[in-house]
């Protein structure tokens, strides 16, 4: 992660010393979960279930707020979704990258 007098400054948190290198999994810093959550998010949308299950991020909501502070155009619609224990939610965020 590169370093810059302004922090909020969009594409913040996609910046990385070496491009070709992949995210880590075991790295649970805020700055690899933003990675984590943006590169998600420009695939498909996703739901906190989904960032909670699939990607390891505990306070999807949180991060989210960090990366809309930055500058990105991240929208809430909210769904019906079942955690993997089969467990159904209603009103669950689900998050889309505009």
């Not at 070709?20 to 959550?37: A, E, M, V, W």
């Not at 979704?81 to 505009?98: M, Q, R």
């Amino acid at each position: 992660m590169t370093t810059s007098d302004n922090t909020k400054e969009k594409g913040l948190a996609v910046q990385t010393t070496n491009p070709n290198r992949p995210l880590d999994p075991n790295n649970t810093s805020i700055n690899n979960q933003h990675k984590f959550i943006y590169s998600a998010l420009v695939i498909k949308p996703q739901s906190t279930i989904d960032l909670r299950y699939g990607y390891g991020i505990m306070q999807p909501a949180p991060r989210i707020k960090e990366l809309r502070d930055m500058g990105y155009q991240i929208n809430t619609v909210r769904v019906i979704e079942s955690t993997p224990d089969n467990i159904k939610h209603h009103a669950v965020a689900k998050y889309v990258l505009t």
